[in-house]
């Protein structure tokens, strides 16, 4: 078990769609110090599932975190959204969510992201918004 699971039985047993919580708040419910870098580097608080363990025991709980003030050392952890044609809220009651992606959509994402990371070099004035494809037709 993690050190950081209390922080996910928190969260989970919270019912609420945010959670606003201070670093010390979450050290209080872990029972331990958080490390120097939760509070000197934004990232650690990023939402990337292989960021940190902690990372994942509020993704596990259903959250993300947002609002992340490092000078204040002050967060809101939010309720992620659900996929599928409707969801439950806490009340019972169905609402509309977000539509999955498609496995094409997930599949494409995961080639698509970080593949070029550090090879690739923009010209130094080129307008990344313009239309290409006469460009491309023309052969330039």
Do not use: C
Request: charged residues 20%; hydrophobic residues 40%; aromatic residues 8%.
């Amino acid at each position: 078990m993690s050190k950081y699971a209390p922080l996910a039985d928190h969260l989970r047993g919270s019912g609420q769609e945010s959670v606003p919580m201070t670093f010390a708040d979450i050290e209080k419910v872990i029972g331990a110090k958080l490390p120097q870098s939760a509070f000197t580097h934004r990232a650690w608080w990023s939402n990337n599932p292989t960021n940190n363990v902690m990372t994942q025991s509020w993704l596990e709980a259903g959250y993300t975190t947002a609002e992340v003030d490092m000078a204040a050392h002050k967060l809101v952890f939010r309720k992620a959204a659900q996929y599928g044609p409707a969801a439950k809220s806490g009340s019972g009651e169905l609402r509309d969510v977000a539509p999955a992606p498609s496995t094409a959509e997930v599949a494409s994402f995961s080639v698509v992201f970080g593949a070029l990371k550090g090879t690739v070099t923009i010209k130094p004035g080129t307008d990344l918004t313009a239309p290409v494809k006469a460009d491309w037709e023309a052969g330039r």
